[in-house]
């Protein structure tokens, strides 16, 4: 599937990634249209990865997202979260977006579903 094929398959799930990951809607999308900018610029560095288009699209948003909204453990372990369960993706690619060992993806995981266990828990009488 070309580059543009795939852009305008997966904009929406990218914005719904940034989205959930920032809970700002004007941060997100600016986020995804500087992630697709900066992977439409580095199309032949990209290539070299043998990972599915979607992947490297994840991973251009992660970016952009780390810069705007911040790179703390919550918030990675939360986009990890996001990540796993809502977009679907391995560990190994959730980790390769994130810049982390698959491994490392379970221990995010895992702290993001505590927070949320927790947060549900005080929100219930």
Same mark, same amino acid.
């Given at each position: 599937m070309?580059l ?8 929406p799930r990218?914005r ?5 990951a920032?809970a700002?809607?004007?941060l997100?999308?600016?986020c995804v249209a500087q992630?697709i900018?900066h992977?439409? %610029?580095?199309?032949?560095?990209e290539?070299?990865v !043998?990972?599915?288009?979607h +992947? *490297? ?11 705007e ?6 918030k990675?372990?939360w986009?990890?979260?996001i990540?796993?369960?809502?977009e679907?993706?391995?560990?190994f690619?959730a ?5 982390v060992k %698959?491994?490392k993806?379970?221990e995010?995981v895992? !702290?993001?579903?505590?927070? +949320? *266990?927790?947060?549900?828990?005080n929100d219930?009488?």
């Amino acid at each position: 599937m070309s580059l543009s094929l795939e852009l305008e398959r997966l904009i929406p799930r990218l914005r719904r990634f940034a989205r959930a990951a920032t809970a700002d809607k004007e941060l997100a999308d600016r986020c995804v249209a500087q992630a697709i900018q900066h992977l439409i %610029a580095s199309v032949e560095e990209e290539e070299k990865v !043998s990972l599915p288009d979607h +992947v *490297k699209l994840y991973r251009a948003v992660e970016h952009v997202l780390q810069q705007e909204a911040g790179g703390s453990f919550e918030k990675r372990a939360w986009r990890a979260l996001i990540l796993v369960f809502v977009e679907e993706l391995s560990p190994f690619e959730a980790g390769w977006i994130l810049g982390v060992k %698959a491994g490392k993806i379970k221990e995010l995981v895992a !702290s993001a579903e505590k927070h +949320v *266990k927790g947060a549900l828990s005080n929100d219930c009488p």
